[in-house]
């Protein structure tokens, strides 16, 4: 079975423009979840969708956003981006249903870099 | 709400030593309790989980941990360490009240030295 599949790898992008991040998660998987890894913060949970539905998010302003497709791809955006954005964006796809007890599987992040 | 802490930012042990890596939580209910590895320039890997039973849970790669429920700690251990366990380790937490919200600790380095 194919993992978690995320592109970009890498971005480099200026402040103030806006990025979209793709994550395809592992075949049958139809919950996505998106964190943001940095040195100084840890993982931080960003959201979480299952069946196109966002079930959970984290304390994240509103400029980012996400959505998921009937298909379970995700994808994350965000908007009028900031220098503190700079960070490793990590998708991870699960069988969690309505239990909550699966784990996770993560793919390989985005590298994202702010100017 | 729910929180976990690793209060070692780093450990540090010789190879064929025992190794601890140490996770506290806190949840509204029943936690679902979970470890990650994050080797260099590669992806967080699922090691082990809790869900409810015996204690002591069985993972990857010869880790295990025991969870107690009265300290609120679900530590990593692992009877003799490789220099290859050296790595970043994340302790996660979700509550069973179908919240699916992950949070992970900060993580702990381990370096185990030959």
């Known amino acids: 079975k194919a993992g978690v599949t995320q592109t970009p790898r890498y971005l480099i992008k200026t402040r103030g423009q806006q990025v979209t991040l793709s994550c395809s998660p592992i075949?049958?998987?139809?919950?996505v979840s998106w964190y943001q890894q940095t040195p100084g913060q840890g993982l931080q949970f960003l959201f979480e969708?299952?069946?196109?539905?966002?079930?959970n998010k984290g304390n994240f302003p509103g400029r980012f956003s996400g959505r998921q497709f009937s298909n379970s791809r995700s994808e994350m955006n965000v908007s009028t981006l900031e220098l503190g954005d700079s960070a490793l964006y990590l998708c991870?796809?699960?069988?969690?249903?309505?239990?909550?007890?699966?784990?996770?599987?993560f793919g390989p992040g985005t590298r994202l870099t702010v100017l | 709400a729910q929180s976990v802490a690793q209060p070692e930012d780093q450990v540090n042990v010789a190879e064929g030593n025992p190794l601890t890596v140490k996770c506290t939580y806190s949840v509204s209910g029943n936690p679902y309790l979970f470890w990650y590895v994050q080797y260099p320039n590669r992806g967080l890997q699922f090691l082990l989980k809790?869900?409810?039973?015996?204690?002591l849970v069985k993972g990857s790669y010869g880790f295990e941990a025991e969870f107690n429920k009265s300290q609120t700690s679900f530590h990593l251990k692992k009877p003799s360490a490789l220099v290859s366990d050296s790595a970043l380790y994340f302790c996660a937490v979700r509550d069973d009240g179908g919240g699916f919200k992950t949070i992970f600790g900060a993580g702990t380095r381990l370096f185990v030295k030959a």
């Open positions: 991870a796809s699960s069988l969690t249903g309505t239990s909550s007890y699966n784990e996770q599987f």
């Open positions: 075949s049958g998987h139809r919950s």
């Open positions: 809790y869900i409810t039973g015996d204690n």
């Open positions: 969708y299952f069946s196109e539905t966002q079930r």
